[in-house]
């Protein structure tokens, strides 16, 4: 049996990459310490900032919430209901019966009430359904903290997906997508910062962490991510880090401690400006959000 | 053997030809490995080796999930 080796205890989880293991009161204060840690080292928000966390109903978003809270930071939660079937449902109940929980406002957005919801969007727009999701929820994000005075916006990403899709970039030496992989994404150009708190911890680590700390969260995946590459690319990181413990953890801080820095002195920043139908920042006169509103007005009016 | 585990939302009764079954026999059974799977057994997450038997209350967390990254 192994035990904790903070009081000796039995130890409910054991870390391989870090050589720990740790009873259950243990392993919930490790994971604290590593989220403050890992938001102190790249300088994410302080204590003084209104921090609006981006909440699917997942074992990430909510473990994430909750260490803002335990730890003391002002945070809420912001979802979007994307309208996909039960799925979104069960995890809107999850979200709103964790945030009445913790005594947290939820703000929460519907594409049913804002546009179509995600399932009709895919009729309008040929893209992969994440991808149009990606730019639905980046563009009310954004909006919605900018609008009611939140200055970061902290996404749920963690270890395993921030090593996914580093792997993703170095296989396709995807330069520009690399220059721009760092945990915060500064506040510009009417862009608010966005953050990453859980970028050096896993998911098994998040997972265990919502268990241990009795957070109820959906653990069916969304219907529209079956057979994502990020799995595979997952899958595959998951047998090295089978045989060699602290592998992803290595090739991602590795990454943003030697790769990065090179990488980002020769970032060209895109010129933004703000979109002509909405105003919020983008790269084109039409921001990629609005491009998608007029797709589904032109092919509704023409049906 | 049979046991009855609760993974991704649904209840599922795995089949085993032998009578001491482990946690890692029933991530294995389900296809899935340790670095990013775990088993809960009670209310408690427990080691690979740790023994399961019938009337034990068996949850398989697998925490690996995709999409847009």
């Not at chain 1, 929460?108 to 009430?113: R, W």
């Not at chain 1, 896993?202 to 994502?228: N, Q, R, T």
């Not at chain 2, 009764?13 to 026999?25: G, I, P, Q, S």
Request: with cysteine; glycine share 6%; aromatic share 10%.
């Amino acid at each position: 049996m192994r035990k904790c080796i903070k009081c000796g205890e039995k130890a409910q989880v054991y870390l391989p990459q870090h050589r720990l293991s740790l009873c259950k009161q243990h392993y919930l204060e490790w994971f604290d310490n590593r989220v403050e840690k890992t938001i102190k080292e790249f300088k994410m928000f302080n204590r003084k900032d209104k921090v609006l966390v981006a909440v699917s109903g997942g074992k990430d978003s909510l473990s994430l919430w909750k260490s803002l809270i335990n730890l003391g930071y002002d945070a809420d939660g912001f979802y979007i209901n994307l309208g996909i079937g039960e799925y979104s449902q069960k995890s809107y109940e999850l979200a709103k019966s964790f945030s009445e929980k913790v005594g947290k406002t939820l703000h929460v957005v519907s594409l049913y009430k804002e546009m179509v919801p995600i399932p009709e969007m895919r009729k309008y727009d040929s893209r992969p359904a994440c991808s149009v999701c990606g730019t639905v929820k980046r563009y009310y994000m954004n909006k919605f903290a900018k609008e009611n005075g939140y200055k970061i916006i902290a996404t749920g990403h963690n270890l395993d997906d921030e090593a996914a899709v580093l792997f993703s970039n170095t296989l396709n030496w995807s330069v520009e997508y690399l220059k721009r992989q760092y945990p915060v994404l500064p506040e510009e150009d009417g862009f608010i910062r966005k953050v990453k708190p859980l970028c050096k911890i896993s998911e098994k680590e998040s997972a265990m962490y919502a268990v241990l700390s009795g957070i109820d969260y959906i653990e069916e995946e969304c219907p529209f991510s079956e057979g994502a590459t990020s799995i595979d690319y997952k899958m595959f990181l998951a047998q090295l880090e089978e045989k060699s413990p602290g592998t992803k953890l290595r090739f991602y801080s590795e990454f943003l401690r030697k790769m990065y820095p090179i990488l980002k002195q020769s970032e060209e920043k895109p010129k933004l400006q703000p979109c002509k139908i909405c105003g919020e920042p983008s790269t084109n006169e039409i921001c990629a959000f609005c491009n998608l509103k007029m797709k589904i007005s032109q092919k509704e009016a023409k049906a | 053997m049979e046991i009855k585990v609760r993974y991704r939302g649904e209840d599922k009764v795995l089949t085993f030809e032998k009578d001491k079954v482990k946690a890692k026999d029933i991530l294995k059974a389900l296809g899935l490995s340790k670095d990013y799977a775990f088993v809960v057994k009670n209310g408690e997450i427990v080691e690979e080796n740790e023994p399961i038997t019938q009337n034990d209350e068996v949850r398989v967390v697998n925490a690996i999930s995709g999409g847009l990254l």
